[in-house]
């Protein structure tokens, strides 16, 4: 079948069911997204699929989608293509595969800008906050924005205003990428606002949405999109966020995905930095107060780390990675509290590190929890 035929599969596939829709992913998953399409517009599906599909199946408006999006100079990223972002939608994959609320990757991705989400999510940060931000709320967003785009990081957000405008804007002053994920079709400003901020981003980055051309925004669809937030990035930094803000549904997103979390910590007198010290007190997350202190804390050992014990003797990593990877057992498999509670690292830090010792062959997932991988049990002197 040609490329052209699985692109249009999906465009209908993604208008067909409201994501995350996990009865439709498991068919995709079965027979391929050309044969799923052909089965959904038929009817001749599972009761699963059917309930998920049935109120929308007739709407076959696939090249009409395609067509939309590309005037805009956009286009459909789709799992076949090689920008497609695999390594970060690895996580909800695995997090849907364990029954979390947060999992499964998203069936296609309507894009615009020119840049490959692959390569623009290889070094990526999330920067997320209350809408009703404070001015310092917003200067520490648009500062981080700034930094992180300077530094060649990716600064993700939701577009919306307060500390996601800000933090864009700061990453775009800088001259760096920025990635916007929308609740709603990327022909659609949301908010209004924030038009012109959402023409310029595709310049530098790109404007993100699973919905097709025309959706408008919904609740239920910000909840939805904020797990792709917290996918697209190697960790999320919270500036500000009340405590029923919905920023903290991407911190609960991040924390399950097994990302670091961080958040800023503000004056004890304001109600929004209450829900940032909600998560500090509670240990979800991390404290951090600079941009440095983010790019250490999201720092992969195939960049950071690795790259600073090249010349040692044996290839282990080395401070809290090296901690965390000596705590593992050989035999049966641990949780990751065990390991924190054993290598005295802090519970978010073991979460954010156990999924990139597994990247590196040290450690692995078991029924149990985690454990040595038999590689890792080779190396160093155990």
Same mark, same amino acid.
């Given at each position: 079948?040609?490329?052209?035929?699985?692109?249009?599969?999906?465009?209908?596939?993604?208008?067909?069911?409201?994501?995350?829709?996990?009865?439709?992913?498991?068919?995709?998953?079965?027979?391929?997204?050309?044969?799923?399409?052909?089965?959904?517009?038929?009817?001749?599906?599972?009761?699963?699929?059917?309930?998920?599909?049935?109120?929308?199946?007739?709407?076959?408006?696939?090249?009409?989608?395609? =067509?939309?999006?590309?005037?805009?100079?956009?286009?459909?990223?789709?799992?076949?293509?090689?920008?497609?972002?695999?390594?970060?939608?690895?996580?909800?994959?695995?997090?849907?595969?364990?029954?979390?609320?947060?999992?499964?990757?998203?069936?296609?991705?309507?894009?615009?800008?020119?840049?490959?989400?692959?390569?623009?999510?290889?070094?990526?940060?999330?920067?997320?906050?209350?809408?009703?931000?404070?001015?310092?709320? $917003?200067?520490?967003?648009?500062?981080?924005?700034?930094?992180?785009?300077?530094?060649?990081?990716?600064?993700?957000?939701? =577009?919306?205003?307060?500390?996601?405008?800000?933090?864009?804007?700061?990453?775009?002053?800088?001259?760096?990428?920025?990635?916007?994920?929308?609740?709603?079709?990327?022909?659609?400003?949301?908010?209004?606002?924030? $038009?012109?901020?959402?023409?310029?981003?595709?310049?530098?980055?790109?404007?993100?949405?699973?919905?097709?051309?025309?959706?408008?925004?919904?609740?239920?669809?910000?909840?939805?999109?904020?797990?792709?937030?917290?996918?697209?990035?190697?960790?999320?930094?919270?500036?500000?966020?009340?405590?029923?803000?919905?920023?903290?549904?991407?911190?609960?997103?991040?924390?399950?995905?097994?990302?670091?979390?961080?958040?800023?910590?503000?004056?004890?007198?304001?109600?929004?930095?209450?829900?940032?010290?909600?998560?500090?007190?509670?240990?979800?997350?991390?404290?951090?107060?600079?941009?440095?202190?983010?790019?250490?804390?999201?720092?992969?050992?195939?960049?950071?780390?690795?790259?600073?014990?090249?010349?040692?003797?044996?290839?282990?990593?080395?401070?809290?990675?090296?901690?965390?990877?000596?705590?593992?057992?050989?035999?049966?498999?641990?949780?990751?509290?065990?390991?924190?509670?054993?290598?005295?690292?802090?519970?978010?830090?073991?979460?954010?590190?156990?999924? $990139?010792?597994?990247?590196?062959?040290?450690?692995?997932?078991?029924?149990?929890?985690?454990?040595?991988?038999?590689?890792?049990?080779?190396?160093?002197?155990?």
């Amino acid at each position: 079948m040609s490329d052209e035929e699985v692109r249009r599969a999906r465009a209908y596939l993604s208008r067909v069911a409201e994501p995350p829709a996990a009865a439709l992913a498991g068919l995709v998953a079965e027979v391929g997204p050309v044969r799923a399409a052909w089965l959904v517009r038929r009817g001749e599906v599972s009761s699963a699929v059917d309930s998920q599909t049935s109120a929308r199946r007739a709407e076959d408006r696939a090249e009409e989608d395609l =067509a939309a999006v590309a005037d805009l100079g956009g286009r459909l990223v789709i799992p076949e293509d090689e920008e497609w972002p695999e390594w970060p939608f690895h996580a909800l994959a695995v997090a849907a595969a364990h029954g979390l609320r947060c999992g499964l990757a998203p069936l296609a991705l309507w894009v615009r800008g020119d840049g490959s989400p692959a390569a623009l999510t290889e070094r990526a940060v999330a920067v997320v906050g209350s809408r009703s931000a404070s001015g310092y709320g $917003q200067q520490v967003a648009a500062e981080f924005g700034f930094g992180l785009a300077l530094a060649g990081v990716t600064v993700v957000s939701g =577009a919306a205003y307060g500390i996601d405008g800000s933090a864009h804007r700061g990453a775009l002053t800088a001259g760096g990428p920025t990635i916007a994920v929308l609740a709603c079709g990327v022909d659609i400003a949301y908010p209004s606002g924030h $038009q012109g901020l959402l023409e310029r981003i595709p310049h530098h980055g790109l404007v993100v949405s699973e919905y097709p051309p025309g959706f408008r925004p919904a609740r239920h669809r910000f909840l939805t999109r904020n797990r792709l937030i917290a996918a697209l990035g190697e960790g999320t930094v919270v500036v500000e966020a009340g405590r029923r803000s919905g920023a903290k549904n991407t911190a609960a997103s991040t924390a399950a995905l097994g990302r670091v979390l961080m958040a800023v910590p503000g004056p004890i007198t304001s109600a929004s930095s209450s829900g940032c010290h909600e998560l500090l007190r509670s240990g979800q997350a991390l404290a951090v107060s600079n941009v440095a202190e983010v790019i250490e804390s999201t720092g992969r050992l195939g960049v950071d780390l690795v790259e600073a014990t090249r010349d040692t003797d044996v290839d282990l990593p080395q401070g809290e990675a090296l901690r965390v990877y000596e705590a593992l057992p050989l035999g049966a498999g641990v949780s990751a509290e065990a390991v924190a509670v054993e290598s005295g690292v802090e519970l978010p830090r073991v979460r954010a590190l156990l999924p $990139q010792l597994e990247l590196v062959q040290l450690a692995a997932r078991s029924d149990g929890g985690w454990k040595r991988s038999h590689e890792g049990s080779q190396r160093g002197d155990t």
